[in-house]
């Protein structure tokens, strides 16, 4: 099956840093998802993205099918970005990356 | 409109016991799945319902494992024989179909002691 890899594994901020996040696949894909998991353990839809670029708000992602990998912009970090950042290939069904574990301080 | 639902939010059961979890979808979505996340596995498929179609069961760990849809609606996680290991949280998730963007309930917290 799709292998996903995510990098970093862990990311510490200062609030109002940027960071970027990366997601790279194995194998062509329909579709692809990226998550926030909160402290309490919801996952937070944030893009939907097969390829190109979206934006909503301070967060961005840029999709590369072709290349087999996504990215995930956070510009001007607010402690409530923390959390856990999924990327999840999607065929028929999602497949999980391990996640970056995010930790911006105040 | 409303969310992914699940029920209940925590369950704490014996080891060898039977527990049924609950996934209410979002209204007029055709395709529902069941994932789990444990320490050691992160997040894994267990199996898919589309519409009318058989599911897809690939993900399920073992026999004691079994899920129903009924009305294309609504649907049940079992975990018969309860074990250590199935300690996780099960994250239940519904799409408009096939392929389009999933959705996620809270979870269920399953402890197995």
């Known amino acids: 099956g799709i292998q996903v890899e995510q990098s970093p594994p862990d990311l510490i901020l200062q609030e109002g840093a940027n960071s970027t996040l990366r997601c790279n696949f194995s194998d062509s894909v329909n579709n692809l998802q990226w998550f926030h998991q909160n402290p309490w353990g919801q996952l937070i839809n944030l893009f939907y993205?097969?390829?190109g670029t979206k934006q909503n708000g301070r967060l961005s992602a840029t999709t590369v099918a072709t290349e087999r990998y996504s990215l995930l912009y956070i510009s001007s970090s607010q402690t409530t970005d923390s959390g856990v950042y999924f990327c999840a290939p999607l065929g028929n069904k999602l497949v999980f990356g391990a996640g970056t574990i995010l930790r911006v301080k105040s | 409109g409303a969310g992914v639902s699940q029920s209940p939010s925590n369950k704490v059961t014996e080891k060898g016991k039977d527990v049924e979890l609950r996934c209410d979808p979002i209204?007029?979505?055709?395709?529902l799945y069941w994932y789990r996340q444990s320490l050691g596995q992160g997040l894994e498929f267990l199996i898919y319902f589309q519409g009318n179609s058989a599911p897809d069961k690939s993900g399920l760990p073992s026999d004691r494992f079994s899920a129903e849809r009924t009305g294309g609606s609504v649907s049940t996680l079992t975990i018969q024989r309860t074990q250590q290991e199935d300690s996780a949280v099960y994250l239940c998730?519904?799409?408009?179909?096939?392929?389009?963007?999933?959705?996620f309930g809270p979870g269920t917290r399953l402890t197995v002691t």
């Open positions: 993205i097969p390829s």
């Open positions: 209204s007029g979505h055709t395709a």
């Open positions: 998730a519904s799409s408009f179909a096939i392929l389009y963007e999933q959705y």
